[in-house]
């Protein structure tokens, strides 16, 4: 499809999203790690006398006495550092059978399903393309609360742990530091084989790996510094940049798909692929509802424009399903954001409020008042001797 | 009404002492005929019959053909070859002659052969819409008392050629001018005929074969034989009626010698194997063998280069046989190596008429493009030729003042003065051969080029004047990429088209038309126009007066139907608008992602947790959904 023959665009942007999404959640569960040993009791109460005696009775080769042989602070950091590591062993296993489900997955693509691709190689590339546009827009949207993922996961995790209090809890207790960070990472790595495989149809084989190794890194480094470094609004920042660079992406990938499905068409009208008659002059392209056809700059043949496929759906033969399906993907991105922005309660649409905006208007003026009362009730000592003596 | 009939008659009996040849041909249909027995079909006969009879005449006489169209479309009938000298109303051709023949009635084609000088190998086929590809074609030959190589042969036959469909042409049209046929591929035939006559009747097929009843009087391809005497020399007229499709013609163990090229007699031409386009015609002289101890092939392969592709079921080779005796064994030699073309322009005509130096030249560029329409068509000089709404002749009769200007007749067409010795420089920007064909004039082939633009001497010769006796005839085929200056005396008054004779190629637009001296066509048609031409063109609807578009105006060419156009790429008004339209809403949409993270408030940590502990109470009411997965939440 397009003419990159090392590195494909799409294939590096989903897989380093991806990754970040896992890195991000990884990192996060870190952290928590952190503020488990150390003792935020306030957030969990039974998390942190569940994991003390566990410490105590299970870890016979560690043979760690509370008292006098061992500090405090050495406990606590071997601790961290064990379950640190059942963070990461969890994560790692995760991405194992992401990875083996995905070259599997790859593999049976590749070799059966090319037959089938290459009778009807427009109407495949269509429709993966067409399920690829759809997931990253949800993915797209879905990425700008990434930011709000620490305090979320950090709920779910003190919830987790609260209700295991009761039966089995020793089992799943102890394990739920692995698992979750595995579940994680397994459906983040299966999202990305999936769109990896749609995009990726149509792509020589040879720009794949390069570009899923690439993303990955670039994933990991991404995450590992918003771990390390992000304040709330860096991160906010960066968001905004992935999310606009994804939703292109997909907002191509949305009109190439529609423009697919037209080719296919044209190709079953003419009983012939139409670029094998070569060329990109009259006769090589639909005049009825062609918006416009550029005699030279073919993303099929020429690597630069390739790029441009890639990334922004660029064709130099234009439909109106292409051109019209582009810009309805963004109009949807539109409308969805406005809405999610509505239904959270952070803006009003045409003088209406959601049920959590006035949730929230009636919290925030309750905090006023409160506020308002506190500064009242701190100068008051010297207002009341300033009243008006009798 | 019996003046109608007999005007023709006393027309042609002026020259006292000649014969009038008196056809009447019913067009009709027939069904189920099955000449290469591969599949039963309906085609255009004559009488019920077909193939049409060969017309044979003696340069002594005049032709006068009835046709009465008894089918369910336009018929005309075309001579082609003929001049029909100031009479071009009786040429055939829909469109410039005349508005084609409507259902149920009748056109009286007088055919003046004694008075035109002609002699040789002709044919006569429909000329409207296509039919002649259905089958309404058959031999037309003139014979003279006084043959130039009378004293060389003892008997004569005609083989006719011809490319073979089993669709009827109207589908098949329909399918090549089509917008899922952007580049043009011709319809690819389905085989090949070859089938002989002689005075004026085909030849049955061998003893013993079981041919399909509808055309079981006529020996078709392998069916088809000549009885050979041995020590005899024969004559043999080779005609291609074919639509699309030129043969390569040789006989396995006899030698020819060309004597006549599409009537004009030439000089002895020994050949190996001849090449003859679609409308083309040959007479070459074989001597039988002296022995009758086998018989031997007769080869017309069909040209498939210019096929789309060659389908493994059809068989393009025809072969044919030579009898000596019926109980001899028929010699097939191993095929040739490789296929020769016929160099005409080294043909010699017998009468000598030196080259007379041009007073117009005329350049036509052909090519085929894909149109604005998305289907293929021929242009030239960037103009697509389309029937006008009059038939250029009754333009040229009713115009008056204004038959002079060439616009009138529209962008297709030239005004040519009488006596004008007119150059026609066709250039082939196409890669397929193409044989043109003039009607009402032949042509002297004064100059042949391999590649028209090329600067080298050896591929793009320059033309020589004051040639002695260059090669006249009427079909000139143009190989790919190259060029031929093609040369006439404009002597004839009329409407004359020049045209591609492959069928597809008339039909997608490859035509010009000449008028030649329209005030003279004035003058002289007064009293022999017949007026049945206008008649007929009332029955179905057409004007008879005015220019090409039907008004009484030499500019006003309002309704005139032009076109398909050539195809404008590049960033038209409508695409910028489309590409505007795309960048603005990708705009919008990244300043929405902004206006919604970073705007209006976040939420803050403690908003978070509620929501996400609500959900999960909400969760909980709702029950175990997956139970599998929740293990106790």
């Given at each position: 499809m397009t003419a990159q023959n090392l590195f494909s665009v799409s294939i590096f942007f989903i897989v380093f999203r991806e990754t970040l999404e896992a890195v991000v959640i990884v990192s996060v569960l870190l952290g928590l790690v952190e503020q488990i040993v150390h003792g935020d009791i306030d957030h969990f109460p039974t998390l942190t006398e569940h994991y003390r005696p566990v410490s105590a009775h299970h870890n016979d080769s560690e043979t760690t006495t509370p008292g006098e042989g061992e500090s405090d602070a050495t406990l606590k950091r071997r601790l961290i550092r064990k379950l640190r590591m059942q963070v990461f062993a969890g994560a790692g296993v995760g991405l194992f059978v992401s990875f083996a489900l995905g070259a599997a997955f790859i593999a049976v693509w590749f070799t059966k399903a090319s037959n089938l691709w290459s009778k009807a190689e427009n109407l495949w590339e269509g429709i993966f393309e067409l399920i690829a546009s759809l997931m990253i827009f949800v993915m797209g949207v879905t990425m700008l609360k990434l930011d709000r993922a620490k305090a979320k996961w950090r709920v779910k995790l003190q919830h987790a742990f609260s209700d295991h209090r009761v039966d089995r809890r020793t089992r799943t207790g102890k394990w739920v530091l692995f698992i979750l960070p595995m579940i994680t990472v397994l459906r983040e790595g299966i999202e990305a084989v999936v769109f990896v495989g749609g995009v990726a149809l149509?792509?020589?084989?040879?720009?794949?790996p390069i570009a899923a190794i690439v993303g990955l890194i670039c994933g990991l480094v991404c995450g590992f510094f918003i771990y390390q470094f992000a304040s709330r609004s860096t991160l906010t920042i960066f968001l905004i940049v992935m999310t606009n660079l994804i939703l292109l992406i997909g907002a191509g990938l949305f009109s190439k798909a529609i423009w697919s499905f037209q080719e296919n068409a044209f190709n079953n009208l003419l009983g012939?692929?139409?670029?094998?008659?070569?060329?990109?002059?009259?006769?090589?392209?639909?005049?009825?509802?062609?918006?416009w056809h550029l005699d030279c700059c073919n993303p099929e043949t020429d690597m630069p424009w390739g790029i441009f496929n890639a990334v922004?759906?660029?064709?130099n033969s234009a439909t109106q399903g292409s051109v019209l399906s582009y810009v309805f993907y963004w109009v949807m991105v539109i409308v969805v954001l406005v809405y999610m922005k509505f239904k959270e309660g952070r803006t009003k649409l045409f003088g209406w409020e959601s049920a959590a905006g006035t949730r929230r208007r009636l919290a925030g003026e309750k905090q006023a008042e409160e506020a308002v009362d506190e500064r009242v009730s701190h100068s008051s000592p010297m207002s009341s001797t300033q009243s008006p003596p009798q | 009404m019996w003046c109608r009939q007999l005007l023709p008659l006393l027309a042609l009996l002026s020259p006292a002492l000649a014969g009038v040849q008196e056809l009447w041909w019913n067009v009709t249909y027939v069904q189920n005929a099955n000449p290469d027995g591969l599949f039963e079909r309906r085609v255009i006969g004559v009488n019920g019959t077909w193939p049409p009879p060969p017309i044979e005449v003696s340069t002594n006489d005049s032709l006068l053909v009835h046709v009465t169209n008894n089918i369910d479309q336009l018929a005309t009938l075309h001579h082609h070859g003929m001049y029909f000298n100031s009479t071009s109303w009786m040429d055939g051709a829909m469109g410039v002659s005349q508005c084609g023949i409507p259902p149920g009635q009748t056109f009286d084609y007088v055919v003046p052969i004694n008075t035109s000088g002609q002699v040789g190998t002709y044919w006569a086929h429909g000329h409207s819409n296509g039919i002649y590809v259905d089958g309404l074609r058959a031999p037309l030959l003139l014979h003279s008392p006084n043959e130039t190589y009378g004293a060389d042969y003892d008997a004569e036959f005609t083989i006719s050629m011809s490319d073979w469909y089993h669709q009827e042409q109207p589908a098949l049209s329909k399918a090549f001018i089509n917008i899922a046929n952007p580049g043009g591929a011709e319809p690819i035939p389905n085989s090949a005929l070859v089938y002989f006559s002689q005075n004026g009747s085909y030849l049955p097929p061998i003893p013993g074969s079981s041919p399909s009843p509808v055309t079981s009087a006529v020996g078709f391809n392998e069916n088809a034989t000549l009885p050979f005497e041995p020590g005899k020399t024969y004559r043999l007229r080779i005609i291609n009626l074919g639509a699309f499709a030129g043969f390569y013609f040789w006989i396995d163990g006899h030698d020819m010698r060309i004597i006549e090229a599409d009537g004009t007699d030439i000089q002895e031409q020994p050949v190996d194997m001849l090449s003859v386009s679609v409308a083309q015609r040959y007479s070459v002289l074989v001597t039988a063998r002296n022995d009758t101890s086998s018989n031997w092939a007769i080869h017309a392969n069909m040209d498939t280069t210019m096929f789309d592709k060659v389908p493994s079921n059809i068989n393009p080779n025809v072969t044919s046989s030579i009898t000596y005796s019926t109980s001899s064994n028929l010699t097939i030699l191993s095929p040739v190596s490789s296929y020769t073309t016929t160099n005409d322009s080294a043909l010699v005509p017998i009468d000598i008429e030196p080259a007379i130096p041009p007073t117009n030249t005329i350049q036509l560029a052909f090519n085929f493009q894909t149109m604005n329409d998305g289907t293929n068509h021929a242009y030239i000089n960037d103009v697509v030729y389309n029937p006008p709404v009059v038939p250029a002749i009754m333009s040229a009769l009713s115009l008056g003042e204004n038959a002079t200007s060439q616009v009138a007749y529209g962008p297709y067409s030239f005004v040519i003065n009488y006596g004008d010795v007119i150059d026609l420089v066709v250039q082939n920007g196409d890669t397929g051969k193409h044989p043109f064909h003039l009607h009402g004039y032949k042509m002297q082939i004064m100059n042949r080029a391999t590649q028209y633009n090329s600067s080298d001497p050896s591929l793009n010769p320059p033309l020589i004047e004051g040639q002695a006796n260059p090669m006249r005839r009427d079909t000139v085929a143009i190989t790919g990429g190259g060029s031929v200056t093609l040369r006439f005396v404009a002597n004839n008054p009329g409407a004359w088209i020049f045209h591609c004779h492959v069928e597809w190629h008339l039909e997608s637009g490859l035509a010009v038309q000449f008028i030649t001296a329209p005030l003279l066509i004035q003058e002289q048609a007064q009293g022999r126009v017949p007026a049945f031409m206008f008649e007929q063109c009332s029955a179905i609807g057409v004007p008879t007066s005015g220019n090409a578009a039907g008004h009484a105006s030499a500019t006003d060419l309002s309704g005139l139907p032009l076109g398909p156009w050539f195809q404008e790429l590049g960033w038209l008004a409508k695409g910028i608008w489309a590409m505007a339209g795309c960048v603005l809403t990708t705009v919008i949409g990244i300043l929405t992602v902004v206006w919604y993270s970073a705007m209006g408030g976040t939420i803050s940590e403690e908003e978070i947790e509620e929501q996400v502990l609500q959900r999960i109470e909400a969760k909980k009411r709702k029950g175990k959904f997956f139970g599998l997965l929740k293990k106790k939440t």
């Open positions: 149509g792509q020589p084989a040879k720009s794949i012939v692929d139409v670029d094998d008659a070569g060329g990109d002059g009259p006769g090589s392209y639909d005049v009825r509802g062609n918006v922004l759906g660029w064709t | -």
